[in-house]
């Protein structure tokens, strides 16, 4: 099997594990790039920047009604108003953690918040989202149980899947199902029984009022005995949670889904499972696993492409023109979530609890016409010496954009743009750019 | 629609498929599609399939509702409608209040109701229902949709199926062929250098990997579109949705939003004449876990506000006469209400065909609410007769090669 260079190896840590490069990361060795990105160091430049304040939500609003219907009318305005900017300020800080990251960390929040996709189009409290997201950061790169425990009573998720609904004598079944589903086991791993007391295990747990989390009642607690997945006990939500992890489907699942994401679209082999099951194992260590996988003889295979995600995509080129979503005006902020939202792809907004489609989903002609649309928006607020000054411009933006090198296709294409701002918006639509290969 | 307008629209080649598909297998060739839009528009009297996806599971027991019986009543005491609330079908059954729209077309006979339908051992997750729906195999996984696969036998024209969705629904796809997607909002290209350059980036490379060639292929497709559709299509029609919390109650199963401004535009294009005999449309937010009946019944009322005008328009031309709409979803939910005032995954659930050819009235039989298996209705009719029928009465061809043998039919639904 032939395999990517060194150097394109960098380029693909860079991206798989990170948004991509920022300018000078393709200088480092691979193994100073591994320690970077998968190290026990912290994130300190994703963590300079303070999440937001001001999320709490519009009070009361639609609780009570106002007799007069226009007063009504205009509060709820205002109060839509109102979680539009909150959503917009949490997206776009999220966006900015992306683009200064230098750890891994980031890129995996940014990975279990698809795996456990939990939309504000439902939710509609931004503390709430903001909650969820902290969480899936401390873990991300920390043991999949904690995680999954954490997760499986997370205020936003139980406002997601109706778990505050769920209670002792009156099961929903809509966490327990796609908790074994989507998040820890696959389809075909558990039974419709297990779904039932599944929900079971998951009752209790209530919204708090005023935006408050969710807290556990005892009362409304179904605390008889359940039987699922081959065990019988009082088993509560870490109960349920430890009982899916420890089915034998799991592993090999959580390590599918982290594959197709940071590796290839070809699964792995059985033998390859089977390796990284190990690097995973009783602790269920997702860096551990995470190293292990990017040091299989497939993350140097050439055919392991992916088609970056939209969000990775735009996050991918502003790290590399080191512009910061934050320090825009608010004008341009929108302009950059209202380009994601054209291309399909929004923090805290997946199109459903089953998360984004991936590969050729994001080739569509719409996904297509709003890139390039984008990329222009985002090229005028960059200062760009580096091609400016070159006299290599097409070779110049190859260098900024972090690409392996380009096609004589698009040498030829990039050659017919003189302005180095059209050149790199050009650039960031190429196929070299928008795959990264 | 004038011809203009109409040669733009063949001109759209925006194929994506599941991922079945090889890199360019879906070759569409930009000159004869202009000749086939001059030359070959859809001759008046062939029909054309109208598919509309409700993702989410939408309750059919809240939808033609069984007021009357008791068994119903008493399984779901709070989310229940009275026999004076519903929409009389006859029969002991009722359309959900919000469906006053369909009830006209009922009583003008060209709603036909066909009651239970579903597949033997049911699945509850909502991604493999659906594919099951899609893909028309219950059994066992396949990678291409049922009409999808109409488009591999019947010349892989992709232009003979167009979705107008965000994402091309797996239905869709085929093996060799995916149908074209079309935007609800225009397409616009940069002009000049950047324009020119931006189209060169669309050209094969030798040697290029399988995604990269995809990307390569997406622009090129893009561009042909845009320089004949440009912003023709539509301008400023797309909105942002209405997100209060009823209407999100139920949006964690995915789906889209603005069905009455894809009914729209698919009406625009069957007026046109356009060679497409089969497309897509979606509504979703019906996966009502919790707090069902408002967020339901206003579904219903967008369904209802959408696909009426869309029916009475349709009949009022002679290509739109032989429209056939059906309107389905993943599965139905279960009779007992499960305390959240909601209800949890169920089984079968009824589907609606509409249109002028169709006959109007009840098909199946409506399922027990007493002779249940684990909580959930029997289904009476299999999806796939359903599917057999259109396939035959509306896109005339043999179903069995599309449908693994699946022979049976029903029979009258659909006059030929």
Request: proline share 6%; aromatic share 6%.
């Amino acid at each position: 099997m032939t395999e990517i260079s060194e150097r394109a190896a960098v380029r693909r840590l860079n991206d798989r594990l990170g948004f991509g490069p920022a300018p000078g990361d393709l200088e480092a060795g691979l193994d100073a790039t591994l320690r970077r990105l998968l190290g026990p160091a912290t994130d300190a430049a994703a963590a300079a920047l303070p999440p937001p304040t001001g999320l709490a939500p519009p009070a009361a609003m639609g609780k009570k009604k106002d007799p007069d219907a226009q007063k009504d009318k205009a509060a709820k305005k205002a109060a839509a108003r109102q979680r539009v900017a909150q959503e917009r300020k949490l997206t776009t800080w999220w966006l900015d953690r992306m683009v200064v990251s230098r750890t891994a960390s980031e890129r995996l929040t940014w990975f279990w918040h698809g795996h456990f996709a939990t939309s504000n189009q439902k939710v509609r409290n931004a503390v709430w989202m903001l909650g969820q997201n902290q969480t899936q950061r401390k873990y991300a790169l920390g043991r999949f149980g904690d995680l999954a425990e954490a997760m499986v009573v997370d205020t936003a998720m139980i406002r997601w899947l109706d778990g505050q609904k769920n209670r002792r004598g009156s099961p929903n079944e809509n966490l327990a199902r796609e908790f074994m589903e989507l998040f820890t086991l696959g389809i075909g791993h558990y039974q419709e029984t297990d779904v039932a007391q599944g929900a079971r295990c998951l009752t209790g747990w209530v919204l708090g009022r005023d935006g408050k989390g969710a807290t556990f009642q005892r009362r409304r607690f179904d605390s008889d005995s359940k039987t699922l997945l081959g065990k019988t006990g009082n088993f509560d939500a870490k109960g349920f949670a430890g009982l899916a992890l420890t089915q034998p489907a799991s592993a090999g699942f959580v390590i599918g889904r982290l594959w197709f994401r940071l590796v290839s679209a070809t699964p792995p082999d059985a033998a390859t499972i089977a390796r990284l099951t190990t690097a995973y194992g009783d602790g269920r260590n997702v860096r551990s696993l995470l190293t292990a996988m990017v040091a299989e003889p497939a993350f140097r295979d050439p055919e392991s492409a992916l088609v970056k995600q939209p969000v990775e995509w735009a996050a991918g080129l502003l790290r590399a023109m080191r512009v910061q979503p934050g320090k825009l005006a608010e004008k341009e902020q929108t302009k950059l979530l209202a380009g994601l939202r054209g291309m399909g792809q929004l923090p805290f907004r997946p199109p459903s609890v089953g998360g984004w489609p991936a590969g050729a989903s994001w080739l569509t002609t719409s996904a297509g016409v709003t890139r390039l649309q984008l990329a222009q928006h985002l090229v005028k607020q960059a200062e760009l010496p580096a091609v400016e000054e070159a006299n290599d411009k097409v070779a110049a933006v190859a260098a900024l954009l972090g690409v392996d090198g380009w096609s004589e296709r698009t040498k030829a294409a990039l050659a017919g743009v003189k302005d180095p701002k059209q050149l790199t918006a050009l650039a960031a639509c190429a196929p070299e750019y928008v795959v990264s290969g | 629609m004038d011809n203009l307008t109409r040669r733009r629209f063949l001109t759209l080649s925006g194929v994506t498929a599941t991922g079945a598909l090889a890199v360019g297998a879906t070759q569409v060739n930009w000159s004869d599609l202009m000749a086939a839009a001059v030359d070959d528009p859809l001759p008046s009297d062939e029909s054309v399939l109208v598919v509309i996806t409700l993702y989410g599971g939408n309750d059919g027991l809240n939808t033609v509702v069984p007021a009357g019986d008791p068994a119903y009543q008493k399984a779901r005491p709070d989310l229940a409608y009275e026999q004076g609330d519903v929409l009389d079908l006859g029969d002991g059954l009722g359309l959900n209040p919000g469906m006053k729209g369909l009830k006209g077309l009922w009583d003008e006979k060209q709603l036909a109701i066909v009651r239970g339908v579903g597949y033997p051992e049911p699945d509850r997750s909502h991604f493999r229902s659906m594919a099951i729906w899609q893909t028309a195999s219950p059994k066992s996984p396949v990678p291409t949709g049922w009409l999808g696969r109409w488009l591999d036998a019947t010349g892989a024209d992709p232009l003979r199926a167009v979705s107008v969705e965000p994402t091309l629904p797996p239905l869709l796809a085929g093996e060799t062929t995916a149908a074209a997607s079309l935007p609800l909002r225009g397409l616009a290209l940069p002009k000049g250098a950047l324009g020119t350059a931006y189209a060169a980036l669309g050209k094969p490379s030798p040697g290029e990997g399988h995604w990269q060639a995809r990307a390569a292929k997406a622009v090129q497709d893009l561009q042909e579109a845009t320089k004949v559709l440009g912003a023709a299509v539509r301008t400023g029609h797309e909105q942002e949705d209405e997100e209060d919390e009823q209407r999100t109650q139920g949006a964690s199963a995915g789906g889209t939003s603005q069905l009455g401004a894809q009914l729209e535009l698919i009406a625009g294009l069957i007026e046109a004449g356009v060679p497409t005999r089969a497309y897509s449309a979606s509504l979703g937010g019906f996966d009502t876990h919790a707090d069902e009946r408002g967020t339901q019944q206003r579904l219903l009322t967008e369904l209802d506000g959408a696909l009426t005008p869309f029916v009475q328009r349709l009949r009022k031309t002679d290509r739109g006469k032989n429209a056939v709409v059906l309107v389905y979803s993943e599965f139905g939910r279960r009779v007992h209400a499960n305390g959240s005032d909601g209800t949890d995954h169920g089984t079968a659930g009824p589907v609606f065909v509409l249109g002028n050819k169709v006959s109007g009235g009840f098909f199946g039989e409506q399922p027990s609410l007493t002779d249940l298996s684990n909580g959930d209705l029997k289904p009476t009719t299999d999806f796939r007769d359903i599917y057999a029928t259109v396939l035959r009465d509306v896109l005339g061809t043999d179903p069995t090669k599309i449908l693994a043998n699946h022979k049976t039919t029903i029979d009258g639904l659909l006059r030929v």
